[in-house]
């Protein structure tokens, strides 16, 4: 165990991650925490370079295989660089995206398999597991057609409905797998109803 807090945001594309991060950094902020916040794929020069290439909407040939190493790489470098020593000091880090999104968009969606993508990932993470996941439930039509308004889409968020759905589906299905870690919450709930429901969660990691 690290002396740290590891907190994992997930969920769909547009499911609002990062709107719940600020809010939760206020929070663990004003309890002390000195708080840490990262993104995958990214985080690091090296891991940030990764994911130019990963979403590059050119490269429309990258092979599954592909896509799960450079993930895999670019949070190999994350955890090695930022988060693990981030984590033995001390701090609450959070993370939007994290291994859980390897399980779901290359185990599931892509069809590689959830522990064949696992054991290749242990590589990457070493011990380093979330405390807690918040897993931002979202029909994947409502999540992309909040991104289509936002920007261009990158070259995972350009793949059919039906990955999206699968990816949807895929992060409800790793909820019921791991129900002590992932927390599932309804992400078409106001803001602040959402938000209640992770500081509860986090109150009780807390106290332990
Ligand atoms: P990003 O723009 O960060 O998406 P979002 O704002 O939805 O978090 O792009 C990351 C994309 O990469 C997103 O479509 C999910 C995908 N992804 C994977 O397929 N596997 C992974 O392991 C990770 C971390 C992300």
């Given at each position: 165990m690290s002396k740290g807090i590891f907190?994992?945001?997930?969920?769909?594309?547009?499911?609002?991650?990062?709107?719940?991060?600020?809010?939760?950094?206020?929070y663990l902020e004003k309890e002390g925490y000195d708080v840490l916040i990262t993104r995958e794929p990214g985080g690091t020069r090296i891991s940030e370079a990764i994911r130019e290439v990963i979403l590059n909407k050119e490269y429309t040939e990258?092979?599954?295989?592909?896509?799960?190493?450079?993930?895999?790489?670019?949070?190999?470098?994350?955890?090695?660089?930022v988060v693990g020593p981030a984590l033995e000091s001390g701090k609450a880090v959070i993370s939007d995206r994290f291994v859980d999104s390897s399980l779901v968009y290359q185990g599931i969606a892509?069809?590689?398999g959830v522990e064949n993508v696992y054991n290749i990932n242990l590589q990457a993470i070493g011990k380093y597991m979330p405390d807690?996941?918040?897993?931002?439930?979202l029909p994947a039509d409502i999540g992309i057609a909040r991104k289509k308004d936002q920007k261009e889409l990158d070259r995972m968020e350009?793949?059919?409905?039906?990955?999206?759905?699968?990816?949807?589906?895929?992060?409800?299905?790793?909820?019921e797998r791991?129900?002590?870690?992932?927390?599932?919450?309804?992400?078409?709930?106001?803001?602040?109803?959402?938000?209640?429901i992770i500081k509860v969660r986090?109150?009780?990691?807390?106290?332990k």
């Open positions: 907190i994992t945001m997930e969920g769909p594309d547009g499911s609002g991650k990062s709107t719940q991060i600020d809010l939760l950094r206020e990258m092979s599954p295989v592909t896509e799960m190493l450079l993930y895999a790489s670019a949070r190999a470098q994350l955890i090695n660089e892509r069809g590689l807690v996941t918040f897993l931002l439930d350009s793949e059919s409905l039906q990955f999206h759905r699968d990816v949807a589906e895929g992060y409800r299905s790793l909820a791991f129900p002590d870690r992932i927390e599932k919450i309804d992400a078409t709930l106001p803001i602040d109803r959402i938000c209640d986090i109150n009780e990691l807390l106290a």
